[in-house]
């Protein structure tokens, strides 16, 4: 090795050690409906692995379709469950339209949804649990995707999405499919009769990025048990991002329960709050956001539309909280 080589190694290994913070951080950046806030029906959240690859977690109702600019390359979907307010039924027309606490959701996606336009334009994988990758796939199909595209990661088993190992866990939620997410004269009869499409059980995420950061996504869900003897003891999860908003699934109380004493990660993100959490990127006083911020022990992370936080391998945010 002549003297260069040796100095310019030298120096790569040097650099190596003195930033391995920044070049290992997974960066988690808030998709909501108005700019620096976190509003009622904010779900919508990028994880880019320091590799590079990036999955957008339940687009729900504030990416402005496929066209949204925020979104960037994505290489996979994770969609909890098949409610409107996650799959996608539709999606605001513009950034910051309507009110935080009434969001504008005129723009509609029935009965394709906004996840699945997303998925076909991005030539995104669509990786889900329970029954639901047979919907997806067919989804996929009929708007002229690809349905190899919908990847099964159903309870216990683990797929590799870009380096980034993805699982599903237990969400104690229904799942019903809107019959006018089925559309034809089918979903017209299902409609009539009120019955809901069967897809399998709601379900919440386990990842586990390059730089060893586990990282929980509730989905909609109250307490279970799993969230001890699973997402803790078992995967040993980091990072949360739980469901606050008490409508339907867990409220502050039971959110913080769920963080102080059954998954104990490190830091929390929260999330799904059903109320205008912040006026001005300020939590406001009185708040369900402000309830699950004062029960909860560990470090609250707040999910202002468009603002990048930075986590380490071990769940400390590092960057942008
Ligand atoms: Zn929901």
């Not at 920044?22 to 960066?27: D, E, G, H, L, M």
């Not at 390359?73 to 539709?90: E, N, P, W």
């Not at 830091?267 to 009185?286: D, L, M, Q, W, Y």
Request: aromatic share 6%; net charge neutral; proline share 5%.
């Amino acid at each position: 090795m002549n003297r260069s080589i040796r100095i310019a190694a030298l120096g790569a290994f040097a650099a190596g050690l003195a930033f391995p913070a920044i070049a290992q951080s997974v960066k988690v950046t808030p998709l909501g409906g108005f700019d620096g806030e976190f509003c009622a029906l904010d779900r919508a959240l990028v994880f880019e692995d320091p590799n590079g690859t990036r999955l957008l977690y339940d687009p729900g109702f504030t990416v402005l379709g496929a066209d949204d600019p925020r979104l960037g390359k994505i290489d996979a979907m994770l969609i909890t469950h098949m409610h409107g307010d996650h799959v996608g039924s539709g999606h605001a027309k513009a950034m910051n339209a309507g009110a935080c606490e009434k969001p504008d959701t005129s723009v509609s996606d029935v009965p394709m949804t906004n996840a699945v336009a997303i998925a076909i334009a991005k030539k995104a994988k669509i990786v889900t649990g329970s029954d639901m990758p047979a919907f997806f796939a067919a989804k996929l199909r009929t708007n002229g995707g690809a349905p190899a595209n919908s990847l099964n990661a159903r309870f216990g088993s683990t797929i590799t999405v870009g380096g980034v190992r993805i699982t599903t866990v237990t969400a104690m939620h229904s799942n019903g499919v809107d019959p006018d997410l089925i559309g034809g004269d089918l979903g017209k009869a299902m409609k009539e009769a009120g019955i809901w499409g069967d897809v399998g059980l709601a379900t919440g995420y386990v990842l586990r990025f390059s730089n060893g950061l586990v990282a929980y996504l509730s989905g909609d869900t109250g307490i279970t048990a799993d969230q001890e003897l699973v997402v803790r003891n078992h995967y040993n999860a980091k990072l949360a991002v739980i469901n606050i908003g008490g409508y339907l699934s867990s409220g502050p109380v039971e959110a913080a329960y769920i963080i102080n004493d059954l998954v104990k990660p490190a830091s929390v993100i929260a999330s799904h709050a059903n109320e205008a959490a912040t006026s001005g990127g300020k939590v406001r006083p009185g708040s369900k956001t402000e309830a699950f911020i004062k029960a909860t022990k560990v470090p609250v992370h707040i999910p202002f539309s468009g603002k990048t936080m930075e986590f380490d391998g071990n769940g400390k945010c590092t960057a942008g909280c």
